[in-house]
Structures are given as structure tokens and as C-alpha cells.
């Protein structure tokens, strides 16, 4: 827990106790149970070579994400045409994902995991799976 000062979480620290969805490995970094975080919670995900996740939503949470490495492709469903959107990420790209919007995460390589780190505007790691976007 935190003891009112600064906390280094290191990479073999993660935490993979968190919500989960298929086809892709999230874990925790910056939480209640290992930081004592109250707003914020913070980690990365993993989607192997190949992959495809299953469509989900983060409740209320704003999500943000880094894309560390790889080319992950994120899809959804315009709300307003109902057209499926694709966003084709290279490292460097930051996603932004508002409250409610079912998602899915997609690693097109065959060869090369994709990272990803994750901030949510919310403590708890918010997953609500769906059966299709």
C-alpha cells in the first residue's frame, strides 16, 4: 500500500488478477490492491500474434492507451452510421476510448506481440464482455 510517497512498480510486479478478456492479457500496475490507488488504475495488455479479442466496453471509464509495440487494430461500431470503424495503430499512437463504446482489440502480425499500457478514469479495471460490438 502507499505510504504517502511515491511508489516504483516494477515490470515483474504486475499483477494479472484483474478483469480479462479473451485473447488478450491485461495486467495490473497501478491499483487499489497494489498501490492503494483511489481514481487511477493503470496497466498493460498483451494481445499474442495473431489475435483477436472478444468485444467488450469499460462501463463508465474513460479509457486511454499507449501502443508500446507492435500494430494492434481496435474496431467498433460508429454510433451514429452503425458503419464498423477500424484504427490501425503503429508505436507511438495513443487511442482514446469514451465510456460505454464496445470495443475489440486485433494483433494483425503473425510474428510480433502487441503491448499496449492502459489508463482508466476509474480505480477499478472496469470489463464488461458483450456478445458482439
Request: aromatic share 4%; charged share 20%; glycine share 10%.
Amino acid at each position: 500500500m502507499t505510504n504517502g510517497g511515491l511508489r516504483l512498480i516494477r515490470a515483474d510486479e504486475l499483477s494479472a488478477a484483474t478483469a480479462q478478456t479473451s485473447g488478450m492479457l491485461r495486467s495490473a500496475a497501478i491499483s487499489g490492491n497494489l498501490t492503494g490507488a483511489q481514481s487511477l488504475w493503470m496497466g498493460r495488455t498483451e494481445l499474442p500474434p495473431g489475435v483477436r479479442s472478444g468485444d467488450h466496453h469499460h462501463g463508465a471509464s474513460e479509457t486511454g492507451i499507449y501502443v508500446v509495440a507492435g500494430s494492434p487494430a481496435f474496431e467498433f461500431r460508429d454510433p451514429v452510421s452503425g458503419e464498423l470503424v477500424r484504427l490501425n495503430t503503429r508505436p507511438g499512437d495513443y487511442v482514446w476510448v469514451p465510456p460505454h463504446v464496445p470495443h475489440r482489440e486485433e494483433n494483425p502480425s503473425l510474428d510480433q506481440a502487441a503491448v499496449i499500457v492502459v489508463a482508466r478514469s476509474t480505480q477499478e479495471a472496469i470489463v464488461v464482455n458483450v456478445d458482439s460490438l
